[in-house]
């Protein structure tokens, strides 16, 4: 079982990340409650898809048991953010790309985490999800278009409301690339705006995590 990584990222919450090798028939029996999760599971994935599915809730399983022993399942309400049915007050965001499955799992805390592998896309895409000063802040660097891509999907995940303009609403202030850092972030809603701490790091040399807990 490839789980490479516990590491708590506050006093209530923890990050997981998952390498993943196994087949889709390795990862079913990980799970518990077998037919909720039959009944759950999405038709017409590709095997990589499938894959990746099943390896997010096992290793949203494998941080619920750390942090309690209360059972629970797992679902998704109705703008697909994951929860525990009978523990609604944790929270819990998961991300998948490549090889790399992440979870993030907290006590009574929104989160939202990403994991992105680098790619020349992020930099194909840029006009459409980032603004003229962070484009420029990027430059001609691949990593840093998709930790910019990454910290805002982050952002969106953790509001957890469709129809968010990354380009306008979701706005990261200029940064230093380094292995590991912080970013601030802000989403600007109609009624409202707030800041927030997103958190990233290398994983492995082609990709990028980031992750925020409120």
């Known amino acids: 079982m490839p789980l490479h990584s516990l590491s708590p990222i506050s006093s209530q919450a923890l990050l997981g990340l998952w390498q993943l090798t196994e087949p889709a028939e390795m990862l079913w029996p990980l799970l518990p409650d077998l037919l909720h999760y039959t009944a759950r599971f999405p038709d017409g994935r590709d095997e990589t898809r499938a894959r990746q599915w099943l390896a997010g809730r096992v290793l949203a399983h494998r941080l619920l048991q750390e942090l309690t022993d209360m059972p629970a399942t797992l679902s998704n309400d109705a703008n697909g953010r994951p929860y525990f049915e009978q523990l609604p007050g944790l929270g819990v965001s998961l991300s998948h ?108 040399p082609d990709y990028i995590l980031t992750y925020c807990v409120e």
Do not use: C
């Open 97 to 204: 790309s490549g090889e790399w499955v992440a979870a993030v799992v907290a006590r009574g805390a929104a989160v939202g985490t990403d994991i992105e592998l680098v790619r020349p896309k992020a930099q194909k895409l840029a006009p459409r999800f980032l603004s003229e000063a962070e484009r420029a802040d990027a430059g001609s660097e691949a990593v840093k278009h998709s930790l910019y891509w990454s910290a805002k999907e982050t952002l969106y995940k953790l509001h957890s409301r469709r129809g968010l303009v990354f380009k306008e609403q979701i706005v990261l202030d200029p940064f230093g690339l380094r292995e590991a850092g912080v970013l601030t972030g802000h989403l600007l809603l109609e009624n409202s705006r707030s800041q927030h701490q997103i958190h990233y790091q290398r994983p492995a």
